[in-house]
């Protein structure tokens, strides 16, 4: 069980800036951990009339908005029921010409496989002003809560950001598996449980290492979150012998070795670290 302590609800000492009538502010609420909002998107939370939210979004967060603000689903989840795109962005429009202060809540980085470019473009082109709040994407903060850093320096100089699912709700056609798999020494794949038996022969037929380490990681940085650690040959019948799904993050590369090292949550519950050296360097991380 994890120690809390009170947090100060006040961030007097700077200027946060107004949402102001009219406007959307399109916002990242990270992961899933409230801790991994910015500081922009609960001074955004604390004065929205209208919040427009994702599925991935913590309801949690939603306890920090006004008594008195308008509160909306607006969830798109593969496979069931959802609200349309442009009927979410046309939603936006016309709260903001009601005059309302309209927070448009998504999860993780809005701009990260989020549809934030789409609707921050409807909300320009209906001239309604805009403002971007990042937040951090479920591909690095996700991993990183699993004790996986997406850069190491014994391991990977470039990191490839991919999705499983293109419009169709298929695996994407634009892109070429091939290019991937040379060019990038560690992919990160979002979306892609569905397609994770596509995407692993894919990888394999050019030319990744059928032991190649994968980590799964799923509901990441929520208290359900769960890790497999697996390889490319066995990784969609371990996820499925384990109950594996949606929402999760994929990452193929030897990064992911260093949660042998780097599982933060194990450790602060006491268990020790399975291996302090995973790269097999034989020497301490800083001494290069
Ligand atoms: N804009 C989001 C991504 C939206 S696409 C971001 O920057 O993180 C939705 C996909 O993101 C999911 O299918 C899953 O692959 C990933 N994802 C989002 N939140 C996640 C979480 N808490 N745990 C694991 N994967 C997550």
Redesign the pocket.
Known sequence: MQETVSFPASLGGSEWPELKPGWVWLV?AG??DPGLLTLHALNAIRQADVIVYDA?VQKVILDWARPDAEVIYAGKR?GKPSAKQRDISLQLVDHARAGKRVLRL?????F???RGGEEGQTLVQHDVPIRIIP?I???IG?LAYAGIPVTHRDVNQSVTFVTGHDQSGDTPSSLDWEAISKGSQVIVI???MKHLDRIRTALINAGRPEDEPVAI??????PEQRVLETNLSTCVEDADAQGFG????ICVGRATLMRQALDWQAIAQGIAPRNTDPMGRGRPAEDR
């Open positions: 990242g992961p899933g991935l593969g998504k999860g993780g980085d809005p990260v496989f989020g937040g994407s479920a591909g996700g979002y979306m892609g990681v799923t509901n990441a940085t929520t949606a929402p999760a993050i």
